[in-house]
C-alpha cells in the first residue's frame, strides 16, 4: 500500500480527503494494518461517525480493545455493547488504559481510541503529569487518523496514530 510506504519514513504525514462512503474508514484500518498499529487513536466530527467507526473496526475482524472517548454512552447502544465497545470521558481512564497496551503478559496487545472533535481535550489531559499514560504511548493524536504504534488484529499487527502529524486524515 502506497500510503502506508509514505508513512513508514521518519517525519512523513499525509492527508486522504474523499467524498462521503467512499472508504476512508477502511483505507485507515488497512493502513493501520499494513503499519502494524497496537495503538490507533481515531478522530470523527459526530457521535454517530464514533459509534459507526466502532462497528467498522469490529466488521473487519479487529478484536482488540475499542473505547469511544465523547459524551456518547455505550451501554446504551445494544450493537456496541454487542461488539464489546466501551467508552468514557475520563482522561485517567484513559491514561490507565493506554499505559497498558504493550506485548508483555500483563499488557494488553492493542487499543483502538475513537474520539469526536469535541473530546479531543480528553486525549490532550493524558498527557498531564498524573494521569498514568506512559511517555511511550504519548502521542500527538490526530483526526480520523491510523497512528504508528498501533493495534492488531485478532492477534495480527494493525495501525496507529503519527507522534507529531496526521498519517491518514480525513475530512
Known sequence: MRLARHLRRAGTRALFVS????GKTLVSIRTADELGAHLVLFVVPTLDLAAQTALAWRRD?????????SSLDT???DGLVA???MSTTDPHALGGLTSVVGQD???IPAL???CTYD???KIEQTQRPGTRCRR?????????TASRDGPTRSGRSSTTPSTSAPTAAST
Open 119 to 121: 473530546s479531543l481535550d
Open 136 to 144: 511511550s504511548t504519548s502521542r500527538s493524536w490526530t483526526r480520523h
Open 19 to 22: 467524498a462521503t462512503g467512499t
Open 61 to 69: 475482524g479487529h478484536g482488540e480493545y475499542v473505547v469511544i472517548v
Open 75 to 77: 451501554s446504551g447502544r
Open 83 to 85: 461488539a464489546r465497545v
Open 105 to 107: 503478559e500483563d499488557q
Open 112 to 114: 483502538t481510541v475513537i
